[in-house]
C-alpha cells in the first residue's frame, strides 16, 4: 500500500497579514511558517495510522522552492517515508496540481491524501484538481476514513448533513477535522528525519490558469459599543434597529 | 455564449446557497450581454425548477434521475462537462458550499478552466476577469484574475443576499449517458441534521466557550439560540474536551461560518477562533474579561457574567419577539 500526503508550506495561524511589492506579494518578513494545519493534523496523521496497522508507505510531497524544506523535514520527523519537493513556486492550484499529479501517476498511489484546504489561499481544490488530472475518484471534506481491503469507507459533509460513502482504490481524499488527532514530532522521529531521502524534482510543463492582480486589508472594524450588563433591553434594540440582523 | 450555474439539491429542495449561485450566474450573465442556465441534478418538483427564474435562470437543465439524488463529485464532473459543451458556456458558476468544493475543482482540471473558490465580488471584466475572494483565513482579500478561456467562480455562502422576482424559468431535460463507471463513489447513507439549524447555513449562530465551565451549563446557551432562531457553536477548546460535539467547532481548522450575526459567549476570542467567524456581519462578545481579544474584533459586547446576562438576554428577546 502507497499513501501520498501533499503537503503545504503556509504561516503560522498567528502570523501578522501583511502585504509588500504594492500589495501585490505577501510579506514575510517576521513569518513564521508551518504545515498547512489540515494537511499536517487530518491528511497526515491519518496516513500515519494507516501505516502503522496496513505497513503502508508514506511519501510526501510539496511543491515549493528550497524554504519549503523545514516544513517537510517536519512531516517526515511525523513519521513521513520519504519526500519529494517539485522546485517551481506557483500560487495557481491548477499548476500545483498538474505537478502533483505527474509525479502521482509514476507512483501508482493507493491514496492521495490532502487538507481540505489551506489556510493561506483557501483555495480548497488541490485534492479534486489531482484526483482529475491522475483519473481516480475523489472524495471532499472528509472526516472518517476507514479501510477494509481494497474497499474505503468514508464520512463526508454534504449540504444540511453527512455521507457515509464507500470506494473501491485507489482514491484522493481532502480532509478535515475528526480523521485524526494531531501529534507532536518525538526526537526519535526529528533524528531520523535528517537523513530520510528528500528527493528534488523538476517541474513538468504546466499551465497557469489564474493570477493574483493585488492583495487587501480588510477595512478596520469600527470598534466595539459596549451595553450594560444590566441593560440587555439595549442590545436588543440595537440589533434590531441599528444592526437590522434580529 | 453562456453562463451556466450549479444548483445542487438536498431531498428535492435547492438550497439557499445555490440560490445565491443562481443570482450571482445571472449577474454575470447580465454583465457578458448572455443568458444563465442552471443545472440541477437528481429528483427535483417541476415548480421548485422553474422558481429559479425568480433569481435570474432563463433556462433549467433538469437530469432527473433518481442515482443523482446523493450526487458525487466524479458524476457531477461528467454531467456538468457535458452541459458546458452543450450550451457553450464560457463561465461556470458554483456556491463555494460543500458541494461546490467537492465538484468545481475537479471539472477545473477536466475544461482547464481557471477556479476562483469563494468569490465575495462579481467579476470586474475591465480589464480581464478579476474576482474578489478571502485569503487567509478571512485576515486579507485578493484579486484573482482567470486567464484560461473558461472560467469556473465558486461564491462564497451568505455573501450576497438573495432578492427573487416574479420570473419563470423554462425546464429542459437534460439525459447525458451515464454508465456504471461514472458511480465510482456509493453513497451509503446520508446522515441528516435534524431539529436543529445546520450551523454553516444558519443566519444567527450562538457560540460558547470555556467562559461556561462546562457541558452541563450549555442549556442557557441553547435557550438564546432557540429563542432567535439560531444554531449553537463552540470553540476548539470546549470540543477538544468533548463538552460539545466536535461538529459545533468553529475556528481556523473547525468549521468557518459567516452568518448575519454571531453571539460569542465566554470565548476569550484567540485569532484561529476569529479567522472561523471573522465574516460574520455582525459579531457580539459577551464575557466577563474586559481585556478579552474579542472585543476588539466585535461590533457589540457586553462585559459582564454570562451566567447572569444570557438569560437575562434571553428573556428580552422573546420578548421582543412576543413568545
Same mark, same amino acid.
Given at each position: 500500500?502507497?499513501?501520498?500526503?501533499?503537503?503545504?508550506?503556509?504561516?503560522?495561524?498567528?502570523?501578522?497579514?501583511?502585504?509588500?511589492?504594492?500589495?501585490?506579494?505577501?510579506? *514575510?518578513?517576521?513569518?513564521?511558517?508551518?504545515?498547512?494545519?489540515?494537511?499536517?493534523?487530518?491528511?497526515? #496523521?491519518?496516513?500515519?495510522?494507516?501505516?502503522?496497522?496496513?505497513?503502508?508507505?508514506?511519501?510526501?510531497?510539496?511543491?515549493?522552492?528550497?524554504?519549503?524544506?523545514?516544513?517537510?523535514?517536519?512531516?517526515?520527523?511525523?513519521?513521513?517515508?520519504?519526500?519529494?519537493?517539485?522546485?517551481?513556486?506557483?500560487?495557481?492550484?491548477?499548476?500545483?496540481?498538474?505537478?502533483?499529479?505527474?509525479?502521482?501517476?509514476?507512483?501508482?498511489?493507493?491514496?492521495?491524501?490532502?487538507?481540505?484546504?489551506?489556510?493561506?489561499?483557501?483555495?480548497?481544490?488541490?485534492?479534486?484538481?489531482?484526483?482529475?488530472?491522475?483519473?481516480?475518484?475523489?472524495?471532499?471534506?472528509?472526516?472518517?476514513? *476507514?479501510?477494509?481491503?481494497?474497499?474505503?469507507?468514508?464520512?463526508?459533509?454534504?449540504?444540511?448533513?453527512?455521507? +457515509?460513502? $464507500? +470506494?473501491?482504490?485507489?482514491?484522493?481524499?481532502?480532509?478535515?477535522?475528526?480523521?485524526?488527532?494531531?501529534?507532536?514530532?518525538?526526537?526519535?522521529?526529528?533524528?531520523?528525519?535528517?537523513?530520510?531521502?528528500? =528527493?528534488?524534482?523538476?517541474?513538468?510543463?504546466?499551465?497557469?490558469?489564474?493570477?493574483?492582480?493585488?492583495?487587501?486589508?480588510?477595512?478596520?472594524?469600527?470598534? #466595539?459599543?459596549?451595553?450594560?450588563?444590566?441593560?440587555?433591553?439595549?442590545?436588543?434594540?440595537?440589533?434590531?434597529?441599528?444592526?437590522?440582523?434580529? | 455564449?453562456?453562463?451556466?450555474?450549479?444548483?445542487?439539491?438536498?431531498?428535492?429542495?435547492?438550497?439557499?446557497?445555490?440560490?445565491?449561485?443562481?443570482?450571482?450566474?445571472?449577474?454575470?450573465?447580465?454583465?457578458?450581454?448572455?443568458?444563465?442556465?442552471?443545472?440541477?441534478?437528481?429528483?427535483?418538483?417541476?415548480?421548485?425548477?422553474?422558481?429559479?427564474?425568480?433569481?435570474?435562470?432563463?433556462?433549467?437543465?433538469?437530469?432527473?434521475?433518481?442515482?443523482?439524488? $446523493?450526487?458525487?463529485?466524479?458524476?457531477?464532473?461528467?454531467?456538468?462537462?457535458?452541459?458546458?459543451? =452543450?450550451?457553450?458556456?464560457?463561465?461556470?458558476?458554483?456556491?463555494?458550499?460543500?458541494?461546490?468544493?467537492?465538484?468545481?475543482?475537479?471539472?477545473?482540471?477536466?475544461?482547464?478552466?481557471?477556479?476562483?473558490?469563494?468569490?465575495?465580488?462579481?467579476?470586474?471584466?475591465?480589464?480581464?476577469?478579476?474576482?474578489?475572494?478571502?485569503?487567509?483565513?478571512?485576515?486579507?482579500?485578493?484579486? #484573482?484574475?482567470?486567464?484560461?478561456?473558461?472560467?469556473?467562480?465558486? #461564491?462564497?455562502?451568505?455573501?450576497?443576499?438573495?432578492?427573487?422576482?416574479?420570473?419563470?424559468?423554462?425546464? *429542459?431535460?437534460?439525459?447525458?449517458?451515464?454508465?456504471?463507471?461514472?458511480?465510482?463513489?456509493?453513497?451509503?447513507?446520508?446522515?441528516?441534521?435534524?431539529?436543529?439549524?445546520?450551523?454553516?447555513?444558519? $443566519?444567527?449562530?450562538?457560540?460558547?466557550?470555556?467562559?461556561?465551565?462546562?457541558?452541563?451549563?450549555?442549556?442557557?446557551?441553547?435557550?438564546?439560540?432557540?429563542?432567535?432562531?439560531?444554531?449553537?457553536?463552540?470553540?476548539?477548546?470546549?470540543?477538544?474536551?468533548?463538552?460539545?460535539?466536535?461538529?459545533?467547532?468553529?475556528?481556523?481548522?473547525?468549521?468557518?461560518?459567516?452568518?448575519?450575526?454571531?453571539?460569542?459567549?465566554?470565548?476569550?476570542?484567540?485569532?484561529?477562533?476569529?479567522?472561523?467567524?471573522?465574516?460574520?456581519?455582525?459579531?457580539?462578545?459577551?464575557?466577563?474579561?474586559? $481585556?478579552?481579544?474579542?472585543?476588539?474584533?466585535?461590533?457589540?459586547?457586553?462585559?459582564?457574567?454570562?451566567?447572569?446576562?444570557?438569560?437575562?438576554?434571553?428573556?428580552?428577546?422573546?420578548?421582543?419577539?412576543?413568545?
Amino acid at each position: 500500500m502507497k499513501i501520498l500526503v501533499c503537503i503545504s508550506k503556509t504561516p503560522d495561524t498567528t502570523a501578522k497579514i501583511a502585504f509588500a511589492d504594492n500589495n501585490t506579494k505577501f510579506s *514575510e518578513a517576521g513569518v513564521q511558517f508551518i504545515i498547512n494545519p489540515y494537511d499536517e493534523w487530518y491528511a497526515l #496523521v491519518r496516513a500515519l495510522e494507516l501505516k502503522e496497522t496496513l505497513n503502508a508507505t508514506v511519501h510526501l510531497i510539496t511543491v515549493g522552492g528550497a524554504d519549503t524544506e523545514p516544513v517537510i523535514r517536519k512531516a517526515l520527523a511525523l513519521g513521513g517515508d520519504e519526500a519529494f519537493r517539485v522546485n517551481a513556486d506557483s500560487h495557481d492550484s491548477y499548476y500545483i496540481a498538474s505537478q502533483i499529479a505527474a509525479h502521482a501517476k509514476q507512483e501508482n498511489y493507493d491514496i492521495i491524501f490532502t487538507g481540505k484546504e489551506t489556510i493561506d489561499y483557501n483555495g480548497s481544490g488541490i485534492g479534486g484538481m489531482v484526483a482529475e488530472l491522475v483519473g481516480i475518484p475523489f472524495v471532499s471534506i472528509a472526516s472518517k476514513f *476507514e479501510l477494509n481491503g481494497q474497499v474505503a469507507t468514508l464520512r463526508r459533509e454534504i449540504e444540511g448533513g453527512e455521507e +457515509v460513502c $464507500e +470506494v473501491t482504490l485507489p482514491v484522493a481524499v481532502s480532509c478535515q477535522k475528526g480523521m485524526a488527532e494531531a501529534r507532536i514530532p518525538n526526537m526519535r522521529g526529528i533524528m531520523a528525519a535528517r537523513t530520510k531521502p528528500l =528527493k528534488v524534482i523538476e517541474p513538468v510543463q504546466a499551465d497557469t490558469l489564474t493570477s493574483i492582480v493585488s492583495f487587501e486589508l480588510p477595512p478596520a472594524k469600527a470598534g #466595539v459599543k459596549l451595553i450594560p450588563a444590566d441593560n440587555v433591553e439595549e442590545l436588543v434594540k440595537l440589533l434590531h434597529e441599528e444592526a437590522k440582523v434580529i | 455564449m453562456s453562463v451556466l450555474i450549479f444548483a445542487d439539491q438536498f431531498q428535492g429542495k435547492i438550497k439557499k446557497s445555490a440560490l445565491e449561485a443562481v443570482q450571482y450566474g445571472a449577474k454575470v450573465a447580465a454583465q457578458l450581454g448572455t443568458s444563465a442556465t442552471v443545472l440541477v441534478a437528481g429528483e427535483v418538483s417541476a415548480d421548485e425548477l422553474a422558481s429559479l427564474g425568480q433569481y435570474g435562470a432563463q433556462k433549467v437543465l433538469h437530469v432527473s434521475d433518481a442515482r443523482l439524488n $446523493e450526487l458525487e463529485a466524479g458524476t457531477a464532473t461528467k454531467i456538468l462537462a457535458e452541459a458546458v459543451a =452543450k450550451e457553450n458556456a464560457a463561465v461556470v458558476v458554483f456556491s463555494h458550499n460543500f458541494s461546490g468544493r467537492a465538484i468545481a475543482p475537479q471539472l477545473s482540471s477536466r475544461l482547464k478552466a481557471g477556479l476562483v473558490a469563494g468569490a465575495i465580488s462579481l467579476p470586474d471584466t475591465a480589464n480581464g476577469f478579476v474576482v474578489k475572494k478571502n485569503v487567509f483565513s478571512g485576515k486579507a482579500f485578493a484579486n #484573482v484574475n482567470i486567464t484560461s478561456e473558461k472560467k469556473i467562480v465558486s #461564491v462564497l455562502p451568505n455573501t450576497f443576499s438573495l432578492a427573487p422576482t416574479g420570473g419563470s424559468a423554462s425546464v *429542459e431535460a437534460f439525459a447525458p449517458a451515464l454508465t456504471d463507471a461514472d458511480f465510482r463513489v456509493k453513497p451509503i447513507k446520508v446522515e441528516t441534521i435534524s431539529g436543529e439549524v445546520p450551523l454553516t447555513e444558519a $443566519e444567527i449562530v450562538v457560540s460558547g466557550g470555556r467562559g461556561l465551565k462546562g457541558p452541563e451549563n450549555w442549556g442557557i446557551l441553547e435557550d438564546l439560540a432557540h429563542a432567535l432562531g439560531a444554531a449553537t457553536a463552540c470553540s476548539r477548546p470546549v470540543a477538544d474536551a468533548d463538552w460539545r460535539p466536535h461538529h459545533e467547532h468553529v475556528g481556523q481548522t473547525g468549521f468557518t461560518v459567516r452568518p448575519n450575526l454571531y453571539i460569542a459567549i465566554g470565548i476569550s476570542g484567540a485569532i484561529q477562533h476569529l479567522a472561523g467567524v471573522n465574516g460574520s456581519k455582525v459579531i457580539v462578545v459577551i464575557n466577563k474579561d474586559p $481585556e478579552a481579544p474579542f472585543f476588539k474584533a466585535a461590533d457589540y459586547g457586553i462585559v459582564g457574567d454570562a451566567f447572569e446576562v444570557v438569560p437575562k438576554l434571553t428573556e428580552a428577546v422573546k420578548k421582543y419577539k412576543g413568545i
